[in-house]
């Protein structure tokens, strides 16, 4: 699976099912269950950035949020550093590394830049709750210093004015630099960035996401980057050489080297988000297939997910044999770990029909966000 | 400075941990701001500019607060200081029925043994502060202990508590404190006004709870569990400040329950006066012995002066909750704060 | 389990817990309406030269409340439980001897009518004028109305009922100072009775409006000028929904939710207040039997009012709790993790 040598996280066959019975279903008796995460196994190492790229809906969020510890699996384990992270919650201060050192290491930095800090709280408030929980000797003078410093070099000058602001009088993209700020300041090992420059101009989400490298460099801290959008996801694993995971429907379909998903997308999945994004590099953009790679547009519900591969629907290579099993990760021919039936040359799925499905093959659309 | 000690935490942790050693680094070269640190009575004032200073010129903008703050303290200073300078009433200080703006000595009349009404509201005050006050300080003490702790911690707790709310708010209320008050026969002003407020407490805990609910998804909560925030804090100064204007709100109005309930209960005889003056006892007079209803140019005075007073405390202690809203409104209150930077620049 | 049935076990746990409760505290009280019911006849035998018989006195007792002081506790509730469930038998009157359950089944209807016609007149009225204020933010209008409705929302219910009462009725006679129809009607589907009850009743409605008034249409005022500032507001006139469509949809829903648990209680409380009203109009509903059972501490009279206004509150709480989930998603995701 993708694994790595030492790693900081490790998530195990991580499985994550929400119940969401509605009012009527209750009355029948129905339950629903979402099943928002699948059997994911993942590595997080040191210094390392990571993008995890999928539609709305597709799990990465939940995904994100088990890997730092604030989601419980219903399925699966996550370690840090070896240690079970909610084995740790549960034995208090008996376990190996404590809870609170855990949670010390583990950081989020919200989608929504206006109800990610505290409106009642000024900025310099906000920012002084991680220095005293890390730090709980440092003087006020000191941790006021701090807080200066690290305004300043997230680009907020004069700090001594920012300092003394609520976040309303913020700008989305000083509100996010703050909650970064307030993240970094705990001195974590991860930081997940939960589509954290979706809701940015588009003009400063390349700021913020070279700003993030800058704070990854220095505070030598590894990010778990989480977009809906291929392009911010190849930009921030591309640039410094990270990795690059692609989910469909709570299934982590392919994983490898930035560069090697960006250039050589293996699986179907990749290959249409690849296909729908016009990207940052013009270097790329030639090598854009003009035939867009896709069945048809409609996402299936992940109350129900499709029987066997699950992008079997959508997939323009499916076959009979991707309806009946579902295929697990492996190498292919590059870097990348792929869960597709066409990495096998030996698989059963090169001697069985074309899958026809439901709907007209003819109904091709273009595939696209949303 | 004392860095030096700092520095050791640090090296420690580093041993453990191989990101902090980055931030070490960096807070190390970065730039100095020594220089403009500020000093602690900075800080102090600046603190006290942002919780006191700040929130009672907002307050004083808005005519709700100004007027509410106003009748408030009217009738706070009449319970405390007006009772020292108003001597008690007497027997026979005037002609009985006297009506009301005939004479400069007793210009809201007299009852029915000729005491004079002005004399005995104001003795009558300090009986209301006091089952207004124990009655507040029951009800939303009880409201927020119970309705946040439920909200925020979720699960069985949660389901215990909300099952206890639901009873004491299922129990009639009025119902039970006239049964309990006809059995007890409490006189101390402060035990009538936590009995009173027995019912009082369910309706805000439950609000409390659903808002927590909300406030507990948002993202600086989460944000703040994400580094280990002990609980009691993340309550007490990411959650609790949400609530201010529902607690600020439903205290004047635990107020304005109890206060209506006595005055009501008094009124029609249930409770006993124990020889004190009080608004509801000297309506319940007015309107058994003085015949008010029928006769209001005769006892008429005697009835609609408690009346007014009961009103009007009232109106002061709705108006302060309104203008208070406007406290709680961050945006507002950054305006009024001197050491927030202006909004001139605000980027939005 | 699923929530819903859940949620209506829960309302009838709570409903024997809250009658085992208010039978447990009239028994266990000191000076509770045994003991006092014991002193009143020792006082009386005193009193009119005789030698109490204490046997004598307590068989009485027990006769007249339905008590036996013998019987462990929890069989006693057990007996009461299973003769309210089973026969409807809430014991007797001890001031008329009629059954309580008479006396409440004729005093009913006369409270609802006034309680329920007052609540939605009152809720109605201030929903749209909250919502009128809130059109017209800033306006003189809208300061006009604050100011009205703050002076309204002071005035306690019974101070408007007994000014009410003293001019209305006793000033210029339009309205009856007591009663429930006029005295030569006969009680039917005739004309006359009916504007009799509607004449009777205008008073007591009129002052059940009072109940919170203004309190509600400012809460509403409050909750449309906040939800029309709201993002999602913004987002939908964006998307070029109509006006109507957002004023109902959007504000309109969003605004009246978080009052709409407050009806429900609402209801509850009035009937509360009932008691002190109903003194006041001289207007023999439930209210008015409580103020006399209580005076004459008429222990089983007294056992079934709190019956009756224990379910009726229970009832509005199920209801609100029911439905407030069917009306806001958020409310009933009652899965979550503990923190």
Known sequence: MARSADPVVELDNVQVHFNDTGFIDKLRGDETIVHAVEDVSLDIAENEAIALVGESGCGKTTLGKVAVGLQRPTGGTIRYRGQDIWEAKENGRNSEIPYSKIRQSLQIVHQDPGSSLNPNRTVLTSLEVPLKMTQSEMGADAREQRIYQLLEYLGMKPPQDYAHRYPHQLSGGEQQRVALGRALLMSPDVILADEAVSALDVSLRVEMMDLMHDLQEVFNTSFVFISHDFANARYFAGKVGGKIGVMYLGELVEFGPAEEVIRNPQHPYTKVLSWATPTLDPDLAAEESMDPPVRKIDIPDPVNPPSGCRFHTRCPDAREACARESPSLQRGETDSLVSCFRMDDQHEYWNSDPFEGDDDPTEREHAGEQ | MADTDIDTEDDAQTVTDGGSGGAQAFFEQAGDYQATSTSRKDRTYRKLDLYVFAPFRVAWSDWRARVGISIIVFFILLGTVGVELVEEPLMNEGAPYTTWFQTWEMPLGTDNWGQPIHKMLVHSTPAILKMALAGVLFAVGLAIVIGVVAGYKGGTVDYVLMTLTDIIMIIPGLPLTIVLL????????????????????????????????????????????????????????????????????NASNAAQGVIFAAVGLYFLGFLPDGGAYNWGVMMNEAYQTGGALANPWRGGHWLFAPMIMLTVFTMGLILFSQGMDRVFNTKIRARHAKTVADDEDELN | MNYYLRRLWQAVFTLVVVIALTFVLYRMMPGGPIEQMEQRMIDEAIGSGQDPDLQYIRRMVEIRTGIDPNKPMYIEFYEYMRDIILYQDFGESINSGDPVFDILFYAMPWSIFVSVYGLLIGFTANIVLGAVMAYYEGSRFDSGSTIVAVVLNSIPYYVGAVIMLAFLSFQWELFPTGGRYWAGTEPGFSIEFALGVLHHGALPIMSTILIGFGGTALSMRGNCIRVMGSNYLRVARLRGLSDSRIATRYVGRNAILPLYTGFMIGLAGIFGSSIIMEQIFTYPGVGWYTFDALNQRDYPLLMGILIFFSTVTVIGVLIADLTYGLIDPRASSNDREGF
Do not use: C, H, N
């Open chain 2, 182 to 249: 006809a059995i007890w026969q409490p006189r101390d002003p402060f035990v009538v006004g936590v009995v009173l407020a027995i019912d009082s407490w369910p309706s805000l805990a439950r609000m409390l709870r659903s808002q927590v609910l909300t406030i507990r998804e948002e993202e600086y909560v989460e944000a703040a569990r994400a580094m280990g925030v002990p609980t009691r804090t993340i309550v007490q100064k990411d959650i609790t400040p949400q609530l201010m204007p529902y607690i600020m709100i």
